[in-house]
């Protein structure tokens, strides 16, 4: 097995005098401190992609940055499961002996380094050259069309949704490097402005600045260990007007293969790391990974499943709802959280003896899907 043996995060929010390399530098400080580890002893590096520092070799542009001359070099761009693909490259990288140390990292200075505008643009291009971007939806836009045809289907409602806002903010304001950390309910969803119908402000992840790093070894560093399991991928489309039915997605068939790899299931883990650029997002995936049966993901958040105490402990540090979104590291914070919670490090957030966490990101418009399994081996 692979082990995750250091992990370092910014805050989240604005750092009006960093950019992508700074932040990226902060948290990959953290990560190797973490771990009791050394520059020199990182022969491996994978980097996320940056739009505020769009370069064709980010990895090496970063290597040459923090004084790294590693033996092997990845940048990825896979939208928001760029966290966990790195971390399933990186597990198998020191699983074949190709590397013993790698350092993975992303961050970018998304809210103070370009215009909401520019943000917007850049992420819509997700979407299909000639069948979509000429008509202009922006990705809450995507993310609205899914909602309204799910929403139909399964009989969720707009306060269901809401409700998943609600929980991550009341987790987010026991962390205090969170993007937002005051406390709101369900009215306050309810009344924020609308951005794309049914999607309202709060129902959206905020833009961010910020990083994270972590780093995975072929043997552990420390005196509580953290291994990778098993991660797998599923892909089923990458443009909406593509995909086969806006109610099933590539979740299931990820979580099903991980499930093969890893020998654990969803009944197995006690803590859960799930991507939630919106509140649909969340609500989707926590269906389709058999979290919460069809349709009920919100009556479950209401009824505190997914509190710290609950059964499913959700995100402890806030999601990208509340913690905050700037880009690849916005998905990896996720990981971050789940380490830390594993190894007891949560401090005021601490779910009781996690032993095994569900990792599962999203990237595109649900498009594609990374599903991981961690374990804390003493």
Same mark, same amino acid.
């Given at each position: 097995?692979?082990?995750?043996?250091?992990?370092?995060?910014?805050?989240?929010? !604005?750092?009006?005098?960093?950019?992508?390399?700074?932040?990226?530098?902060?948290?990959?400080? $953290?990560?190797?401190?973490?771990?009791?580890?050394?520059?020199?002893?990182?022969?491996?590096?994978?980097?996320?992609?940056?739009?505020?520092?769009?370069?064709?070799?980010?990895?090496?542009?970063?290597?040459?940055?923090?004084?790294?001359?590693?033996?092997?070099?990845?940048?990825? /761009? &896979?939208?928001?499961?760029?966290?966990?693909?790195?971390?399933?490259?990186?597990?198998?990288?020191?699983?074949?002996?190709?590397?013993?140390?790698?350092?993975?990292?992303?961050?970018?200075?998304?809210?103070?380094?370009?215009?909401?505008?520019?943000?917007?643009?850049?992420?819509?291009?997700?979407?299909?050259?000639?069948?979509?971007?000429?008509?202009?939806? =922006?990705?809450? $836009?995507?993310?609205?069309? +899914?909602?309204? !045809?799910?929403?139909?289907?399964?009989?969720?409602?707009?306060?269901?949704?809401?409700?998943?806002?609600?929980?991550?903010?009341?987790?987010?304001?026991?962390?205090?490097?969170?993007?937002?950390? /005051?406390?709101?309910?369900?009215? #306050?969803?309810?009344?924020?402005?609308?951005?794309?119908?049914?999607?309202?402000?709060? #129902?959206?992840?905020?833009?961010?600045?910020?990083?994270?790093? *972590?780093?995975?070894?072929?043997?552990?560093?420390?005196?509580?260990? +953290?291994?990778?399991?098993?991660?797998? /991928?599923?892909?089923?489309?990458?443009?909406?007007?593509?995909? !086969?039915?806006?109610?099933?997605?590539?979740?299931?068939?990820?979580?099903?293969?991980?499930?093969?790899?890893?020998?654990?299931?969803?009944?197995? $883990?006690?803590? *859960?790391?799930?991507? #939630?650029?919106?509140?649909?997002?969340?609500?989707?995936?926590?269906?389709?990974?058999?979290?919460?049966?069809?349709?009920?993901?919100?009556?479950?958040?209401?009824?505190?499943?997914?509190?710290?105490?609950?059964?499913?402990?959700?995100?402890?540090?806030?999601?990208?709802?509340?913690?905050?979104?700037?880009?690849?590291?916005?998905?990896?914070?996720? &990981?971050?959280?789940?380490?830390?919670?594993?190894?007891?490090?949560?401090?005021?957030? /601490?779910?009781?003896?996690? =032993?095994?966490?569900?990792?599962?990101? #999203?990237?595109?418009?649900?498009?594609?899907?990374?599903?991981?399994?961690?374990?804390?081996?003493?």
């Amino acid at each position: 097995m692979s082990w995750i043996t250091g992990v370092g995060m910014t805050s989240f929010g !604005r750092h009006q005098d960093s950019d992508t390399l700074s932040l990226m530098s902060e948290a990959a400080i $953290a990560a190797l401190k973490d771990a009791g580890l050394e520059r020199r002893q990182i022969d491996g590096l994978i980097c996320g992609y940056s739009t505020t520092h769009p370069h064709l070799m980010l990895s090496t542009v970063f290597a040459e940055h923090f004084g790294l001359m590693p033996s092997i070099a990845h940048a990825m /761009q &896979l939208g928001g499961a760029t966290g966990l693909a790195m971390l399933m490259l990186a597990s198998e990288l020191v699983l074949s002996g190709a590397a013993e140390h790698v350092l993975v990292v992303a961050g970018e200075n998304r809210l103070s380094g370009q215009s909401s505008v520019d943000t917007l643009r850049s992420l819509a291009q997700v979407g299909h050259p000639t069948y979509e971007v000429p008509l202009g939806p =922006t990705i809450p $836009a995507y993310y609205a069309l +899914v909602a309204s !045809r799910y929403m139909h289907k399964y009989g969720v409602t707009e306060e269901d949704l809401a409700e998943h806002a609600v929980v991550m903010r009341s987790h987010a304001v026991n962390h205090p490097g969170a993007h937002h950390k /005051q406390l709101i309910g369900l009215s #306050d969803v309810m009344s924020s402005r609308v951005i794309a119908s049914p999607l309202k402000l709060l #129902d959206c992840c905020p833009v961010s600045d910020g990083g994270a790093a *972590f780093v995975v070894s072929r043997e552990r560093t420390g005196d509580i260990g +953290v291994q990778v399991i098993g991660c797998a /991928q599923a892909h089923t489309h990458q443009h909406v007007s593509a995909a !086969r039915d806006l109610t099933q997605f590539g979740a299931s068939r990820s979580l099903e293969q991980a499930v093969a790899k890893s020998g654990a299931t969803v009944a197995d $883990a006690d803590y *859960f790391a799930i991507y #939630d650029s919106f509140t649909i997002t969340l609500t989707i995936l926590l269906e389709e990974l058999g979290i919460a049966p069809r349709g009920e993901a919100g009556k479950m958040a209401r009824e505190g499943w997914f509190g710290r105490d609950g059964r499913f402990p959700l995100n402890t540090h806030g999601g990208l709802l509340s913690y905050g979104h700037c880009g690849c590291a916005g998905a990896m914070a996720h &990981l971050v959280e789940a380490q830390l919670q594993l190894t007891g490090r949560a401090e005021g957030r /601490q779910v009781k003896s996690p =032993t095994v966490a569900l990792l599962h990101g #999203d990237g595109g418009v649900l498009s594609s899907h990374v599903t991981a399994f961690l374990e804390r081996v003493r």
